[in-house]
């Protein structure tokens, strides 16, 4: 199986601080992994892609300079909130896809952490 | 229009009874399909993918998928209360690795017992 892990899973911060938040592909590498924010009944959206070796492509709208992104290896992957503020809380979930396989044989699958609640006071 | 449609619901079945969710895409290179659940206050879990027209069944769950219509759809077969959670359909446009999904909003299912 494909197991990602996300830490921390809660956390509570003061306005003006830093996180990080860490996910982690515990039994296959990840060239590629996605970070998305879901606010309270509503759906995922996307913010970033995470490349390894290289510069996070983020989605229309998405403050690079706020959220850090850094795919240091073929298991890690961390999100950085800089300077969060209360509009910032929400639930960050990161997910990881397999490196190879043929089309159709699922390797394309996404297999998610179990997500961050961030609240920010 | 979204890239991803769902019907947000609710969708509420009585326990036994089949549960249809639907999907419809707009971008006609879109080349794989997945279902995702998504219990309230945790992360989305795969359900099942499709690449091809047709029907694929696993256990309970078919997904039926139909390029020409853009339109996919998950049926859940004897429905039971721990189906009831948001279900994402989600939509990769090109089949490889690099491939991002677009997801739906979802659709809230409550199975009744």
């Known amino acids: 199986g494909a197991v990602v892990s996300q830490h921390p899973s809660w956390v509570i911060c003061k306005s003006g601080t830093s996180v990080k938040i860490e996910c982690r592909s515990l039994?296959?590498?990840?060239?590629?992994m996605f970070w998305y924010r879901q606010f309270p009944k509503q759906s995922l959206m996307l913010m970033a892609t995470?490349?390894?070796?290289?510069?996070?492509?983020?989605e229309q709208g998405v403050e690079k300079d706020k959220f850090l992104i850094n795919h240091a290896s073929l298991t890690l992957s961390t999100l950085t909130v800089t300077s969060a503020h209360p509009e910032d809380s929400s639930f960050y979930i990161c997910?990881?896809?397999?490196?190879?396989?043929?089309?159709?044989?699922?390797?394309?699958?996404?297999?998610f952490g179990a997500g961050s609640r961030l609240t920010v006071l | 229009q979204k890239e991803v449609e769902q019907n947000s619901g609710p969708l509420s079945v009585p326990e036994g009874a089949i549960a249809s969710l639907n999907c419809t895409y707009s971008?006609?290179?879109?080349?794989?399909f997945f279902w995702y659940r998504q219990y309230s206050g945790k992360s989305p879990e795969l359900i099942m993918f499709?690449?091809?027209?047709g029907d694929k069944e696993d256990g309970r769950f078919t997904a039926q998928l139909n390029k020409a219509s853009q339109y996919v759809s998950l049926l859940i077969r004897d429905s039971q209360p721990s189906d009831s959670a948001t279900y994402l359909c989600?939509?990769?446009?090109?089949?490889?690795?690099?491939?991002?999904?677009?997801f739906g909003d979802g659709t809230t299912l409550t199975v009744k017992p």
């Open positions: 997910s990881a896809r397999k490196i190879t396989g043929l089309p159709g044989s699922g390797a394309n699958v996404l297999t």
């Open positions: 039994d296959f590498q990840a060239t590629t």
């Open positions: 995470s490349n390894e070796g290289s510069k996070a492509t983020y």
């Open positions: 971008d006609r290179g879109s080349q794989s």
């Open positions: 499709i690449y091809s027209n």
């Open positions: 989600a939509v990769n446009k090109i089949n490889t690795n690099a491939g991002k999904s677009t």
